[in-house]
């Protein structure tokens, strides 16, 4: 299977941090690009960054529990989403599911030897990493995006 070309990010919302990745405009793998402070102008720098990059879409985790339900994390991540949607538009923004990307992020960190503590802001670009080349591996393999795209909605 293919995976559409273009450039994507990749988003991990937490939240202290918003880790960014994005990839090659093959799609073929994700790298680290920033981690943006949550709280006020989190929006506008993932905007400016959507505007520098021109991805073809954002991808943002969403945090189930291992059981696939949904809960106060993911509610929060979803309003995020919903409001990055209007930093953004017109590129849309897909919620994929996102178990174990950070504690996969820290394992790696870990395994080359940088503490957690000083580690954080790159952690949470590793998560994003991971977010992004699971939705395009899952693309490859599937032959469709994974996810749901978030639309804006008039409140």
Do not use: N
């Not at 696939?68 to 930093?87: P, T, W």
Request: net charge negative.
């Amino acid at each position: 299977m293919t995976v559409r070309r273009g450039v994507r990010l990749g988003v991990d919302v937490g939240s202290v941090r918003i880790g960014v990745a994005s990839c090659d405009s093959d799609g073929l793998i994700a790298t680290p690009v920033e981690t943006v402070r949550r709280g006020p102008g989190d929006l506008r720098r993932l905007a400016e960054l959507v505007a520098e990059r021109e991805p073809i879409e954002v991808v943002v985790g969403l945090p189930r529990s291992l059981d696939g339900k949904e809960h106060a994390a993911a509610q929060h991540v979803r309003a995020f989403g919903a409001e990055l949607v209007r930093f953004v538009a017109p590129c849309p923004v897909r919620l994929i599911d996102e178990r174990l990307t950070t504690a996969v992020a820290t394992r790696g960190m870990r395994a080359s030897g940088v503490s957690s503590r000083a580690a954080r802001p790159a952690i949470d670009q590793a998560a994003a990493m991971v977010i992004l080349q699971d939705a395009l591996d899952a693309e490859r393999s599937g032959g469709e995006p994974p996810g749901e795209v978030l639309t804006v909605t008039d409140d």
